[in-house]
């Protein structure tokens, strides 16, 4: 498996640590889940290496081959289909694993708030994190998944639901 420091330039403007997990989200974060913890990420980025050095077992959904087993060896190749992971793939391998807080922080290239498609098959008693809030759809999908019953805290870039 080729990682990206060894591979060509993407197919299209993409920096992969560009993208990823800032300081402020790992202080939160930390207060809420305990290193050790299963984290199940849809999108890898620089910020899953910082998770697996503070001491969390990572399970990364990632879309582009060449970042898998970049930063750990729990990844899970699942291809962009209309607009999401590939479902079918993320669902067989996810069933398998026991995760303590879901971070939503990808796809990349697609709709994030496509993962309303199949969060009645995921653990949604855990906390939930999701990035990037600043964006529109992101800040739409932390509503979706919050609902009315859960406690929420936003931090502007990023929330979390617990």
Same mark, same amino acid.
């Given at each position: 498996?080729?990682?990206?420091?060894?591979?060509?330039? &993407?197919?299209?403007?993409?920096?992969?640590?560009?993208?990823?997990?800032?300081?402020?989200?790992?202080?939160?974060?930390? /207060?809420?889940? $305990? &290193?050790?913890? @299963?984290?199940? $990420?849809?999108?890898?980025?620089?910020?899953?290496?910082?998770?697996?050095?503070?001491?969390?077992?990572?399970?990364?959904? =990632?879309?582009? =081959? !060449?970042?898998?087993?970049?930063?750990?060896?729990?990844?899970?190749?699942? &291809?962009?289909?209309?607009?999401?992971?590939?479902?079918?793939?993320?669902?067989?391998?996810?069933?398998?694993?026991?995760? #303590?807080?879901?971070?939503?922080?990808?796809?990349?290239?697609?709709? /994030? /708030?496509?993962?309303? $498609?199949?969060?009645?098959?995921?653990? @949604?008693?855990? &906390?939930?994190?999701? #990035?990037?809030?600043? !964006?529109?759809?992101? !800040?739409?999908?932390?509503?979706?998944?919050?609902?009315?019953? !859960?406690? @929420?805290?936003?931090?502007?870039?990023?929330?979390?639901?617990?």
């Amino acid at each position: 498996m080729q990682s990206i420091k060894n591979n060509d330039n &993407p197919p299209f403007e993409y920096h992969h640590d560009s993208m990823s997990l800032k300081g402020n989200f790992f202080g939160h974060f930390g /207060r809420v889940v $305990e &290193p050790g913890s @299963t984290v199940l $990420e849809f999108g890898s980025g620089k910020g899953t290496e910082n998770l697996v050095k503070l001491g969390y077992n990572v399970f990364s959904v =990632e879309e582009h =081959e !060449r970042f898998c087993s970049l930063y750990h060896e729990q990844y899970i190749h699942a &291809p962009i289909v209309n607009g999401w992971y590939d479902k079918k793939i993320v669902l067989d391998a996810i069933k398998k694993i026991k995760y #303590d807080v879901i971070i939503v922080d990808g796809p990349a290239q697609g709709d /994030r /708030r496509k993962i309303m $498609e199949i969060l009645d098959e995921l653990d @949604t008693t855990v &906390p939930i994190f999701i #990035d990037d809030m600043n !964006r529109k759809e992101d !800040r739409e999908l932390f509503g979706l998944i919050s609902g009315k019953y !859960r406690k @929420t805290f936003d931090h502007g870039d990023y929330g979390y639901i617990i």
